[in-house]
C-alpha cells in the first residue's frame, strides 16, 4: 500500500470489547488522496483515485478495522470529496469501518456533510462510524 500520506492509527469503538469487557485494539489507516506517488507523477487523477478504492479493497481482505479519507482542496490531494470516495469503496468492501480522516466544515453546509455521511452509512451497512 505505498500511498503518499498514510497514518495509523488506533480506534476506539463501543463493539471493541472481548467477552471479559476488555478493550481490544483496532488497527485502521488514514490516507489524504495524494494526487501523484512519490515514484511517479505520471499517474493519471482518475488511475490514482482507482487505485485507492483497490486499497481500501485490500485494506479489508486482510483484515484492517478501518481506513479513513482526509479532506482537501488543494490541487496536489484528490480528497476534497471523500464521502464520495468512501462510498465506492463500500461497494466493493465488506466489514472495513469506513470513516472520515478530516471534514473541513467551512467549506460546505455541515447539514449537507452529514446528510452525504448518512447516506454513506446506508450505502456501507452501517461501516460509517
Do not use: C, K, W
Amino acid at each position: 500500500m505505498a500511498e503518499g500520506h498514510h497514518t495509523e492509527r488506533s480506534y476506539d469503538s463501543d463493539d471493541s470489547s472481548d467477552q471479559l469487557g476488555e478493550a481490544t485494539m483496532q488497527v485502521g489507516i488514514d490516507s489524504f488522496a495524494a494526487a501523484f506517488e512519490e515514484s511517479s507523477r505520471a499517474v493519471s487523477p482518475s488511475d490514482r483515485l482507482r487505485q485507492l478504492v483497490e486499497q481500501i479493497e485490500h485494506a479489508d481482505q486482510v483484515g484492517l478495522d478501518a481506513f479513513g479519507i482526509g479532506e482537501h482542496h488543494r490541487r496536489e490531494f484528490l480528497d476534497s470529496a471523500p464521502a464520495i470516495i468512501l462510498a465506492a469503496a463500500a461497494a466493493r468492501t465488506n466489514r472495513i469501518r469506513l470513516t472520515s480522516a478530516v471534514t473541513v466544515l467551512s467549506a460546505a453546509d455541515p447539514v449537507r456533510v452529514f446528510q452525504s455521511f448518512a447516506t454513506l452509512d446506508l450505502l456501507s451497512q452501517g461501516r460509517r462510524r
